[in-house]
């Protein structure tokens, strides 16, 4: 079987490592899968990029000036909103042409348009959608934050000016993306049972398939190594406790470092002795940024995937208070390196932190049981047992081999659903 994953970006943001992982996990399964993006980043040969051309940079900033256009020029949710009305035609490509499936992944911001996905499907090939959040079940945002209009049409959307009208964009691509799907000719997949509970709530998904397969790791390489080793190779003090945050872009709202500053005032002023045996490392793009009340360590935005397991097995806790988030990698590499997590009770999370088996579920929102869930995790759980736990929970659910398996019985089924009109 051959499989051809397209996605935006190679390597940059949540999705394109998803997307990256399920290929290697697939082809180490018996499926020769390749992806098809716009940015490639690396010199691996399993990975194709479009070809190049002005049109690809066009599109992108057409994207973008569409939006920007309907936002009335404010960039307060530029990167929230995406229309799909320009893209790349791949049906001509070789790598198209060759595959038995068609497995769509994070593909906005220029990468496909509405019309060209539309080309996808009438080529006749079986399509498979991995849904990393709910743009495919909305009219325009990735997140609904909230807002359930996408439950019937969308329409007086609070991300636009005013909040909208009844007929406004969210509403017109709501449509576009109705008329697309009514086939029935693409099978959904959501990364976490919070996504498939949201998606399947949408007006669009009516009638249609949908099924949740968790992102894979590779064990191999995101696992426990000696701390004190780690740590050296990371820059971080040997005799702290470390308390890991890490995100693409640590100042993004959506990943809540407010509340993460929050708990750690909580803490210190709770525990003052904190002061002296505890630091926090801090991994990403503007990291630099933030201040807080435990001495810190803006690490920036780290590419090397050796680098990043070492911080990783350099923690003693990782925090990722995210206000909305579907199945977060980060969690997935904290665990897998035996490093327990602490998160908001939302999305995904609930899903892969067990509560006080392998970490600790906090409130939403709630600074004081996120600041008593990091204190618990250092100071008063079995430290042997949770990481022990850790290791169980992502050998069972997000290991290459039981990911793949479960995307190949996807696959089969959209072929003879597509072969025998089933």
């Not at 994953?5 to 899968?33: H, P």
């Amino acid at each position: 079987m051959r499989v051809l994953i397209v996605n935006t970006s190679e390597k940059t943001g949540g999705a394109a490592v998803a997307a990256n992982r399920l290929m290697d996990a697939l082809n180490n399964n018996g499926v020769k899968a390749k992806m098809l993006v716009r940015d490639k980043e690396t010199e691996d040969i399993t990975v194709v990029s479009l070809p190049r051309s002005l049109r690809l940079q066009w599109n992108f900033l057409w994207e973008r000036w569409c939006v920007f256009w309907h936002l009335h020029f404010s960039r307060q949710h530029l990167w929230e909103v995406d229309m799909a009305t320009s893209g790349t035609d791949i049906t001509r490509l070789r790598e198209f042409q060759e595959a038995d499936v068609i497995h769509l992944s994070w593909i906005n911001q220029g990468m496909l348009s509405l019309k060209n996905i539309r080309k996808i499907i009438r080529s006749g090939k079986p399509v498979v959608w991995t849904m990393h959040d709910l743009w495919p079940a909305t009219g325009i945002c990735h997140y609904a934050r909230g807002c359930n209009r996408y439950a019937s049409a969308c329409g007086n959307c609070p991300l636009l000016p005013n909040k909208g009208s009844k007929n406004d964009l969210s509403a017109k691509i709501f449509r576009r993306k109705k008329e697309l799907y009514h086939r029935g000719a693409i099978s959904f997949v959501t990364c976490s049972r919070w996504l498939e509970r949201q998606a399947k709530g949408s007006g669009l998904f009516v009638g249609q398939r949908i099924t949740n397969i968790p992102n894979p790791i590779d064990t191999h390489v995101f696992c426990p190594q000696d701390q004190a080793e780690a740590r050296l190779r990371a820059g971080l003090p040997a005799d702290k406790h470390i308390i890991l945050f890490v995100s693409q872009r640590v100042t993004d709202e959506r990943k809540g470092m407010r509340y993460f500053i929050e708990a750690i005032d909580r803490l210190v002023a709770r525990y003052p002795e904190m002061k002296e045996n505890t630091a926090i490392a801090i991994l990403g793009g503007h990291s630099e940024e933030v201040n807080l009340t435990l001495p810190s360590y803006s690490l920036g935005y780290v590419s090397d995937e050796k680098q990043i397991v070492a911080i990783y097995n350099s923690a003693d806790a990782f925090v990722l208070p995210s206000l909305e988030d579907n199945l977060p990698n980060t969690i997935m590499e904290s665990m897998a390196c035996g490093v327990p997590s602490i998160g908001f009770r939302v999305g995904g999370i609930p899903e892969m932190i067990d509560h006080q088996q392998n970490g600790y579920v906090a409130n939403y929102r709630d600074t004081e049981d996120l600041a008593s869930g990091i204190h618990w995790v250092l100071e008063e759980a079995d430290r042997a047992a949770l990481k022990r736990a850790c290791l169980q929970k992502v050998a069972q659910n997000y290991s290459q081999h039981a990911v793949a398996l479960k995307y190949i019985e996807v696959y089969n089924e959209a072929m003879a659903y597509k072969n025998y009109k089933l």
